[in-house]
């Protein structure tokens, strides 16, 4: 059974990089072809796809958050990462690492989601 487990700062100020790490256990992210995403949900609102890294690498982005956002890999510690820059408070959401079967599947395996608050 994989697990994800979201972990990374709380709390962020404003214009800095937001960096969260995606620890995976059950399950490589190398294999194929499983598709490695982020995601988030603001206070009160819905959620929102912010990218994806696939199992050879490959990344692909929310067009509205393209550029801001990168999301890198260690396979060496079977973790994902996300760093969003340049935050503001309509950043502050509930950030979730999921897995999906494909690139266009849905994502059926989710973290707990870790809270992240963009204030000075």
């Known amino acids: 059974q994989v697990q994800l487990q979201e972990s990374g700062p709380g709390l962020v100020k404003p214009s800095q990089t937001l960096s969260l790490t995606c620890t995976v256990s059950g399950g490589s992210i190398t294999t194929s072809y499983y598709a490695w995403s982020w995601i988030r949900q603001p206070p009160g609102k819905g959620l929102e796809w912010m990218g994806v890294i696939v199992w050879d690498g490959s990344t692909y982005y929310s067009p509205s958050l393209k550029s801001r956002t990168s999301i890198s890999r260690d396979t060496s510690k079977n973790q994902f990462s996300l760093q969003l820059s340049s935050v503001t408070p309509e950043d502050t959401a509930v950030y979730y690492c999921?897995?999906?079967?494909?690139?266009?599947?849905?994502?059926?395996?989710w973290g707990q989601g870790t809270q992240v608050t963009v204030s000075s």
């Open positions: 999921a897995r999906a079967p494909t690139l266009v599947g849905i994502s059926n395996y």
